[in-house]
C-alpha cells in the first residue's frame, strides 16, 4: 500500500513539473526608457496587471554579453546615473511585485568564445546566479547562452546572423536572406521533404539522422568539431555547478530552426550530445510576405500561418514526441521582431497580430510548452518592437498587445 501511495505521489510530482505551463515575460532593455534608469511605481503596477508566472533576465542577445562585475548590462560606461549592475534594480522590481514571478537566467557563454579567461567568466557567471539566490529570487531555470545557432564564433558559417530564422515566407520561396528574389533556392530540399513526413521515433544512438537524414554531423571531421565540442564541455561544467548550487534549477540549450540549413550541423550537435541539460530553448517569431500591402490582413494570415506550420510545429513535435526534454519557449511573438520602418511593422497591434498572440499560446499549451516568455515586456518606444508596454521617459503606455497579454496569458 505504503509502495502505491509512493507512485502515486512520484507520478503527480512527474506530471506538475512538465504539464505546468509557466508563462512570462523577456525583460532585454527594460531600463533604459526609465529615468535614471530606475522602473517606478506605474510601470511595476503594469507589471503586477499582467501577473507573469516568471521573467527571464538579463534579456535575449543583450545575455550574450552581459557582465555581472561592469554597470548596466555590462559593457556601458559609467556615468552619474548608472553606477551598478541591472540585476539589482531588477531585483528590487521583483521584489515590489505583489506576486513576485520566478527567474529565468540566461548565461554568457559566447564569450568563452571571445577570449575570455574561462575560469573568470565561469565565476562571473555562476556569481550572478548566486546573487539571485542570496537576494531572494526563485531561479528555477538557467539558459546555456542566446541562440548560439546563429553566432558565427559557434558555427563558423559568415553571414549567419543576416535574417537569422530565414523565416520570412518570400525569402524561403523565392530569395535569399537579403531578399535577393534572383536567387532561388530548391523548393523542397530532403530535409524539408523529410520535416513534412516527420513522424515515429527515433531509434540507435544519432536521434538527429531522424531529422537531417545523412546531414553533416560535428562528429565527423567537421570544420566546427571543435566549437561544438568545448560548447558541450562548458556546458556541462555549467550545469554541474549549477546543480552543485541547487539541484532543482533546470538548464537548457537553445535549438535551431529545423527549416534553416544553415543550423542543421549545430541543431545535429545539440541533439545528439546535450543528454544532460533538462530543456530545449526555441524562439518562434511570425512573418508574412514582404509583399504584403498594407492592410492586407488576408496575406498576413497566410505568412503567419505558414510560420506556425513550417517553423514552430515541426520542432515542438518533434521535441515532445521523440525526446525527454522540456520545451522552453523563451522568445515568441505572433509578428517577427524588428523596429518601426521595417516592412512589417505596419501590422502590429492590428487584429491579426493580436488574434494570432492568442493561437501562439494555445499552441504552446497543446505541444506541451513548459515555460515562454513574451519577447517583450517594455521598451522605448521609438523602437516600438511590439512591447507590452511602451515607454517614454518613464510614462508607460500599455499597448493593445498588453490587453490580450492579460486576458489570456
Known sequence: MKKSFLVIILTIITFLSFGQHLKGYSIGHLFHPFPNYKINQEGIDLFDQLAPDVMRFPGGSIANKYHFNNVGYGWEKPNKNLTENFIVEYVRVIKAMKN????????????????????????????????????????????????????????????????????????????????????????????????????????????????????????????????????????????????????????????????????????????DHFDFVDAYVVHFYGSFNKNCKEGDLACVKKGLDWSINTLMIPRLKYIKENTKKEIWVTEWNSIKFGHWGDEQSWARNTSVHLEYIKKYIDIFDQYGVTISTFHKLAGPMENAAYNAIDVDNGKCYPTPVFDVLKKYY
Open 100 to 271: 513576485p514571478p520566478k527567474t529565468v537566467f540566461v548565461m554568457n557563454l559566447l564569450d568563452h568564445f571571445k577570449g575570455a579567461n574561462e575560469a573568470d567568466l565561469i565565476k562571473e557567471n555562476m556569481d550572478a546566479l548566486q546573487y539571485l539566490i542570496d537576494n531572494g529570487m526563485d531561479v528555477i531555470a538557467v539558459e546555456l547562452g542566446n541562440e548560439f545557432y546563429l553566432y558565427n564564433e559557434i558555427v563558423g558559417i559568415p553571414g549567419i546572423t543576416i535574417n537569422p530564422e530565414l523565416n520570412n515566407i518570400d525569402d524561403i520561396e523565392n530569395g535569399d536572406s537579403n531578399n535577393n528574389s534572383s536567387v532561388t533556392h530548391p523548393k523542397e530540399s530532403i530535409l524539408i521533404k523529410w520535416l513534412r513526413t516527420l513522424t515515429g521515433k527515433p531509434s540507435g544512438q544519432n536521434k538527429s539522422k531522424q531529422i537531417f537524414g545523412n546531414a553533416p554531423t560535428a562528429s565527423s571531421q567537421s570544420p566546427n568539431n571543435a566549437n561544438f565540442v568545448k560548447f558541450e564541455r562548458l556546458a556541462k561544467i555549467y550545469t554541474d555547478k549549477i546543480h552543485a548550487v541547487d539541484p532543482s534549477i533546470k538548464t537548457g540549450i537553445p535549438l535551431g530552426n529545423f527549416k534553416n540549413q544553415k543550423h542543421t550541423e549545430y541543431n545535429t550537435f545539440v541533439l
